[in-house]
């Protein structure tokens, strides 16, 4: 199967520009890139949408370009924004920017060139000179019809600066400098990132008469039309110190059982066969369609041994029906108690335990574990502002008695 069959029968393909000449194009190695703007020190679920999509671009025989955007970050894109994104220092862009590098790394083969390029705009757009830049690539974009584009025509009832008005150029820029430099023809993003891809398209075949594309992927949106990757306490980041391997496994087994076969088909590599095995089910069935959902996505970003440890504890939770919906909730205060404590003093200041001799009995029989993992040790410490940054902390007592800590 080809990419474009794969990414079509998976509803990963939405818009493309001059899809004719597209197959054809493909019949040979290509190089595909996508940009990543550096607004966070760490990728969250959004990006990663777009992270396997170059994964799947790699895995038909491509060339991936990951393109971190250290010199776009300084701007800001305004697609989906309703007002100016916040700026961010020098510093502080070149720090994410590493951190983005770092973890964009963990997903692809960039072992040689020939396999996959990890790029930061900022090499080349810092070296432009504004006039010359001006004169050299401004005459190719209309004013009029660049305010026809959605990312600009949404922010003209609040304001558009014209810091923003140069996002467009410089992405476009972007794309004919890695066609030049890597021979790049083919742009892959989200449907919030067409009008900006076309540019680069129109740049390019203008400038160089070659051929270029674009192809975009519908936005990752629930089944009632909200955006994907968040939950109450906000984005699903994934490094572990932000949202922990656990919380991320159990933000996929919680999704909307009409999500389920759509984030399977978009966002893991099982093959669409073995999907199809899960499409029938139905109600209480399709739990197990989301614990597979769930450990595909927690070992594609934290690799296949955290993922089985996380299924081993959503199961150990959950086993007897004592779901976290049923535990009584117990409760400690890092004001009172510090920022850490050992197991005794956890299970005897909330109640847990009647006194800490009960406490140490209890461990020393392996009858207590913290979120599936049995505690091994009456010295082992336990971090509350962990604990208080996690969505959910479950404290197993015995075979059968859950009790949900909360930190306050």
Partial sequence: MSFLEDFKNRGLFSQVVHEDELPEHLGSKRTAYIGFDPTADSLHVGHLYQVINLMRWQQHGHRPIVLVGGGTGYIGDPSGKTELRNMLTADHISENANSMKNQLSQFLDLSTPDKGILLNNLDWLKELNYLEFLRDFGPHFSVNKMMTAECYKARLETGLSFLEFNYMLLQSYDFYHLYKNYDCTIQLGGDDQWSNMLGGVALVRKLARDKAFCITSPLLLTSDGKKM????????????????PFDFFQYWRNVDDKDVIMLMKRLTFMSLEEIKKYEKLQGQELNSAKEVLAFEMTKIVHGQGEAEKCLEMAK??????????????????????????????????????????????LVQQGGISLNGKKVSSIEDIVDLKEVKALDEFIIKKGKKKFFKLLVD
């Fill in 316 to 361: 150990s939770i959950f086993k007897s029906g004592a779901g976290s919906m049923d535990a009584p909730e117990v409760s400690i205060s890092i004001s009172e108690n510090g920022d850490k404590l050992d197991i005794c003093s956890l299970l005897t200041n909330t109640k847990i335990t009647a006194s800490k001799s009960e406490a140490r009995r």
């Fill in 229 to 244: 990757g968040k939950t109450q306490k906000g984005a699903v980041w994934l490094d572990p110190n932000k949202t922990s």
